[in-house]
């Protein structure tokens, strides 16, 4: 299986605040590299696919980039409604596999 | 517009068996890869398995595999999830999950959830 590792696991952050995650692959994935947002007690949001690509729906300040193994979640202008927990997922094989996620709160 | 409606919560004792369903209005369940994802209390997400048309194959993950089953109706647009032999661990919330056309596994619409208690 792909592992998929994130950092940090947390971080504190205010409003306005550039925020960067990272998620490393066990593996080579490419581009095949997903990102979503979970709320308390709400089904996760598409936020990123194919590593760069920006989710229909989905706010500008967040991007995506990377390849291979190395991969970043960026959010320019931290917004009230972004505190949340993000997770990557990897889709290079059949046996998708999730990151341990990255929970984001407020300074 | 896509909408996943998925089965209400359920509490099973220990050595039973749960099954989630998750209707699917405003697309065909046959046109989308569709997938299984669970989260323990205060965990993570996890991958359990689905079916990509694109491939045509249906993928159980490892761990449980045995306890897990997938089907669907067609007439009804549905997708169930049966996990046996349960047990304390079996505790989380089960989501299910679409690719409705952007490729690459994404999961662009999910079903609200559907909390499975395992106690005795």
């Known amino acids: 299986d792909i592992q998929m590792t994130q950092s940090p696991s947390s971080l504190s952050a205010s409003v306005g605040d550039r925020v960067t995650i990272a998620c490393r692959a066990s593996?080579?994935?490419?581009?095949?590299l997903n990102w979503y947002q979970q709320k308390p007690g709400k089904a996760p949001k598409l936020l990123i696919h194919a590593a760069s690509t920006l989710q229909s729906g989905a706010p500008s300040r967040f991007s995506g980039s990377g390849s291979g193994t190395d991969f970043t979640l960026t959010i320019s202008s931290l917004q009230p409604e972004d505190y949340a927990t993000y997770y990557c997922?990897?889709?290079?094989?059949?046996?998708?596999?999730f990151g341990g996620g990255t929970r984001v709160e407020i300074k | 517009q896509v909408h996943l409606l998925q089965s209400g919560a359920e509490v099973k004792e220990p050595g039973a068996s749960v099954t989630v369903s998750c209707n699917v209005s405003?697309?065909?369940?046959?046109?989308?890869?569709r997938h299984w994802v669970r989260q323990a209390p205060g965990k993570g997400l996890e991958y359990m398995g689905g079916f990509d048309p694109e491939d045509g194959e249906t993928v159980y993950i490892q761990k449980f595999q045995g306890r897990l089953t997938f089907t669907e109706d067609t007439t009804t647009n549905t997708a169930y999830m049966e996990l046996r032999s349960l047990i304390s661990d079996d505790t989380a919330t089960y989501f299910c999950?679409?690719?409705?056309?952007?490729?690459?596994?994404?999961?662009?619409?999910w079903g609200q959830g559907t909390t499975v208690t395992v106690s005795s």
């Open positions: 405003g697309n065909a369940l046959t046109d989308a890869s």
């Open positions: 593996q080579n994935i490419v581009i095949h």
């Open positions: 999950a679409v690719d409705l056309g952007l490729g690459n596994n994404a999961f662009d619409m």
């Open positions: 997922q990897q889709s290079y094989n059949t046996l998708l596999t």
